[in-house]
């Protein structure tokens, strides 16, 4: 039997350029889709798939992201007194169990490996999700969304898991393209993976995107600080060396993921949340016709 993955590594420390200049002060994960900061979309993805502590990895001017996840006393009282009980409620179902989070600085923006390895000492020697939060998720027929989906083929593969998209064939030299091997439906063996590769080499149309689960033994690889594409510690060549000696596997996403560190990205993120909120939904879709009329 596989250990359960308890943890999830959330890298948060990235400086969000290709949305400036919303995050000049605001940290990308802190900016709001729907109702509720992207980070919080992704903690609470990471909840649904049984992730028990949540691990966050932050930079300078992130420090609102540790509040967020704080009880917010003055806030919960005055909406107490206030009568606002539905308000409470929700503020309070939200809020992850006492000493449920760590936080911990990357101290600089070397890359997401780099990231990754700065939560070696909080993680310790057990599997652990690590979940990019600017990437959110909906959930496809199943269900569930994509961390969930990873931790059903974890069980089913053991080793390491690695969520897969399919990407349109000129865009694939933006992303961490993998190779597939044997098939078994809904994942499949992973036989390589190369970030950014030139355009006309990718190995395959699947992407890597978002979610992983990994062995505890990616931290003695990430600790060498290797620079790849970009000149930054990439987790991908991390997971590149550890395939040569453990078991990989991907996740076909059943579901949709957006990219909400790309302005076009996050604004679609907005539309679709939005249409997918029993509450939310009737009404933003009347003012939402009369923007697309106008198309
Ligand atoms: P991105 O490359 O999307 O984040 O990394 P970025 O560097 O903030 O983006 P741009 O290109 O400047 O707009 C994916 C995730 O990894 C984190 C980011 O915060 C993001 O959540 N990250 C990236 C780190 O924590 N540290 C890094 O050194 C790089």
Redesign the pocket.
Known sequence: MSKPIRKAV???????????PA?KTV???MLTVVDRPVLQHAVEEAREAGIEHFVF???RNKAVIEDHFDMAYELEDTLRRRGKEKELNELLADLPKAGATSFTR?Q?????G??VWCARDIVGAEPFAVV????ITLPGKNGKRCLAQCVEAYEKHGGNIIAAETAPKDQLHQYGVLAPGQDFGATFEITGMVEKPPKGAAPSDQIIS?RYILEPSIFKILEKGEKGAGG??QLTDGMIALAKKRPFHGVRFDGKTY?T??KIGFLAANVAFALARPDIAPGFKAELKKIVGKI
Not at 11 to 19: N, S
Not at 132 to 135: A, F, G, N, T, V
């Open positions: 959330f890298p948060v420390a990235g400086l969000g350029t290709r949305v400036l995050t940290p990308k994960e990895v932050t930079g990357q600089a923006p070397l890359g997401l780099h990231a990019l939060p600017d990437m978002g930054e510690i990219d560190g790309s």
